[in-house]
């Protein structure tokens, strides 16, 4: 069955330290992988997605298929990066999410 | 830019009432989903719809429907709430295997 994890509740970091948000996946096939990210009082958006291997708001995230692992990672948080970060996969035009890390930069 | 609107950002109910909680999309979309969002459980999957009149259950399909009888419009039913409904409901729309937009949210209270 496909399911993602996402090992840590909350995160807390102060501004300008490196951020790693984990997540592992377990599915049968070629994932497509994609981080949302809600800010408060916001809607939920998309992030990021891994075909695109894009860059946005200083986020990167590399899929390691042998890992099966889609980590999100900046080098230097910042406090507008607090939020609640999903990742999630698709499965046949659905995605399956995880349960989410909040992310607290503290000044 | 896509616009997803739900037509309540909050609701109060009692116990056994019907809820219907109504979602708009304005690009067309053919699929549309219909979440709930819980703290530590993330998102979960009710329904989904991949065109007008067609209809799949999610993960958690219990003790909801749905209805989909235009393809901007995607509705989700309770039809006899229970205090274990209450939470955050998340309506989202997409264009085939593209990326999800979502609504604001209704949260909803059953009391």
């Known amino acids: 069955a496909q399911r993602v994890t996402q090992p840590e509740k909350l995160l807390s970091v102060f501004k300008g330290a490196p951020v790693e948000l984990k997540c592992n996946y377990s599915y049968s096939g070629s994932p497509e992988l994609f981080w949302y990210v809600q800010y408060s009082r916001q809607r939920l958006q998309l992030l990021l997605r891994h075909i695109s291997r894009e860059s946005i708001k200083g986020f990167t995230a590399d899929l390691n298929k042998g890992e099966t692992s889609f980590h999100l990672k900046k080098p230097f948080a910042q406090e507008e990066d607090s939020a609640m970060y999903y990742c999630?996969?698709?499965?046949?035009?659905?995605?399956?999410f995880g349960t989410g890390t909040r992310l607290l930069v503290s000044p | 830019d896509v616009k997803v609107t739900q037509s309540s950002r909050y609701l109060v109910k009692r116990t056994g009432e019907k809820v219907f909680l109504e979602c708009v999309q304005d690009?067309?979309?053919?699929?549309m989903f219909w979440y709930r969002q819980d703290p530590g459980l993330g998102l979960r999957l009710i329904y989904f719809?991949?065109?007008?009149?067609?209809?799949e259950k999610g993960d958690i399909p219990e003790g909801y429907s749905v209805s989909r009888e235009k393809k901007e419009r995607f509705s989700l039913i309770l039809e006899s709430a229970s205090t274990n409904q209450t939470s955050m409901y998340l309506c989202a729309s997409a264009l085939r295997s593209n990326e999800q937009f979502f609504g604001p949210g209704t949260r909803l209270t059953v009391l």
């Open positions: 719809s991949y065109d007008v009149k067609m209809k």
């Open positions: 999630a996969l698709e499965s046949f035009q659905k995605l399956v």
């Open positions: 690009m067309d979309h053919e699929n």
